[in-house]
């Protein structure tokens, strides 16, 4: 095996003939009460699966989290209550759940990164071991889409509200996990669609550094 190959085959997670489509995606958003990874906690989590470029959003995931942790002004936020009526399992049994839904899917998020860490914490917290996912970050895949020219100043970060601006998406829903999760889809989508504008892609190519 040469080692142009070798680096080759390190570097692709799928088959060439995977294609974007046909792979189940697993787009979150986490709502929590803060932004410490070790002393805020989650307070729902919700998903949805993305498929052959359809959101099913009657295959969702929606679970609001036995509270410990609150916190008054992210809850302004949020809008979560502590008194909230809605039935609400233990962190294990919502983290259990969560894991049979997201299955082996791939995840998407924006900025995927914190969503991740807050559900690997709560993980660890219950014995459970972390999420070995491959993942995707809408954030980091929209800077793919942008010009490469030194006229066009590129932020740093990207947020979720710069996306739904961009793309022309309802807003109605923000700061709700589910509702964060349905934006982050359609933003995925369409970051996709402008990406294949330009070039043919395939899944690997979404996991290829800028």
Not at 45 to 61: E, K
């Amino acid at each position: 095996m040469s080692l142009f190959n070798f680096w080759k085959k390190e570097e692709d997670f799928f088959d060439e003939n995977t294609t974007i489509e046909e792979t189940r995606f697993v787009v979150l958003d986490t709502e929590t009460t803060g932004f410490d990874y070790d002393n805020d906690r989650m307070l729902c989590i919700g998903a949805l699966v993305l498929q052959n470029g359809i959101i099913n959003v009657q295959d969702s995931f929606e679970v609001y989290l036995e509270q410990e942790h609150y916190d008054k002004s992210t809850a302004q936020i949020h809008g979560i209550l502590k008194d909230l009526l809605v039935k609400r399992p233990s962190e294990l049994e919502a983290l259990q759940q969560f894991l049979e839904f997201l299955g082996d899917s791939i995840i998407i998020a924006h900025h995927t990164i914190f969503d991740v860490t807050m559900i690997n914490r709560a993980l660890e917290r219950n014995g459970l071991p972390e999420l070995k996912n491959h993942r995707l970050d809408t954030a980091y895949l929209y800077k793919k889409t942008l010009i490469q020219s030194h006229l066009f100043e590129r932020k740093d970060h990207y947020t979720l509200d710069d996306l739904a601006d961009k793309f022309d998406i309802s807003k109605k829903d923000r700061h709700t996990a589910l509702g964060d999760a349905y934006i982050t889809a359609i933003a995925f989508l369409k970051i996709v669609k402008k990406l294949k504008e330009k070039k043919a892609v395939n899944l690997n190519q979404l996991f290829k550094p800028l």
